[in-house]
């Protein structure tokens, strides 16, 4: 009897930890950070002549639910800060951005060794904190320049390789959906891309 109830013990923790397992696989989260490189494809605008990118930075979690062995959903939360040069009535400008983005990928990944590869592609949201050029708020719809929507939806893509540390390096493009600019001076589409670390635990 005694042997039966060890071996009923034994098969019962062997069978917890296995399924403790397999469950921390399957959902787990990370870190990252990455240099930006934005810039807007402008047209129909009278007193912007030109446009090109400048640098900034991205920074926040990410959180990856394993659907299958090559298959899983990401979806990040990141603080972003992004720059954008502008040639507005022959004046060089800088336009600055704070925003909070939210993207969601679904993703294709393939073991590598001890690490894995994964691709993949989906749609993101941001929500503008603060929009300046110069001391002018870019959200002010009398700013007698162009106004920036705070809201923009679109679609992304990331390409990566993860080490079996953890550590994780990364690439990104973004592209807007919609019209940034509100007031009738012009269409702005958003354009992004990264290059980032990060790390899951």
């Known amino acids: 009897m005694k042997k039966m ?3 009923l013990f034994l098969v019962t923790a062997l069978t917890s930890g296995a399924f403790a397992q397999s469950e921390e696989k399957k959902i787990s989260f990370g870190v990252k950070a990455e240099v930006n490189s934005n810039f807007y494809l402008v047209s129909d605008s ?10 900034g930075g991205n920074a926040g979690l990410f959180f990856l639910t394993n659907l299958t062995n090559n298959l899983a959903i990401q979806v990040e939360l990141l603080g972003q800060y992004r720059n954008a040069e502008f040639t507005i009535l022959d ?12 993207p969601a990928y679904i993703m294709g990944q393939f073991s590598m060794g001890n690490g894995r590869f994964f691709f993949g592609a989906g749609p993101y949201g941001i929500a503008g904190i603060s929009a300046t050029m110069a ?3 870019m959200y002010d719809e009398n700013n007698g320049i162009f106004t920036l929507s705070r809201w923009n939806l679109g679609v992304g893509m ?29 269409n702005f589409v958003e354009n992004t891309a990264t290059v980032g670390l990060g790390y899951r635990f």
């Open 91 to 102: 004046k060089e400008q800088t336009l600055t951005n704070w925003n909070i983005e939210v």
């Open 135 to 137: 001391d002018t708020d």
């Open 46 to 55: 009278d007193i912007i002549s030109s446009t090109s990118n400048a640098f």
């Open 5 to 7: 109830f060890l071996s």
């Open 158 to 186: 990331i390409v990566g390789i993860e080490l079996g540390c953890g550590l994780q390096l990364n690439i990104n493009y973004k592209y807007g959906m919609f019209n940034s600019n509100i007031s009738e001076n012009g």
